[in-house]
């Protein structure tokens, strides 16, 4: 064989597995963005969110109403909520998107209200 040959050759390998290769990752793209579509019509679908918040205290009633008034006082920022769980009642803080997010205002509630926690919640 001359080295013509040689060189069509060699040329025409390099472009069939170029020309593959191009066809695979297009097609690999085209799964990707129907994943992402299938993922946002299920997100669309689905309504569970989970949102995070304090906890300030679980107890009495009493006691739960007054962390709520003292907490409105001292972080009126974060919206507070009175729940009852049979037997006790909870004093929770915050909707928070992420755990990142509760966990930044943790650091700051605790300073004043130490027992606190950060809860995971469905919506």
């Not at 928070?96 to 809860?119: H, M, P, Q, S, W």
């Amino acid at each position: 064989m001359n080295k013509l040959s040689i060189k069509l050759i060699i040329l025409l390998f390099f472009a069939t597995f170029f020309s593959t290769n191009k066809m695979f990752s297009q097609s690999e793209n085209e799964k990707i963005n129907a994943l992402i579509e299938q993922k946002k019509a299920f997100n669309k679908t689905n309504k569970n969110i989970m949102v995070f918040k304090i906890q300030l205290y679980n107890g009495n009633e009493t006691q739960a109403y007054a962390i709520k008034r003292n907490f409105e006082v001292d972080f009126p920022e974060y919206r507070t909520k009175i729940i009852y769980k049979t037997p006790e009642w909870k004093t929770h803080a915050g909707n928070f998107r992420t755990r990142l997010e509760a966990d930044r205002a943790l650091n700051i509630v605790k300073l004043k209200y130490t027992g606190a926690i950060v809860l995971e919640e469905k919506i």
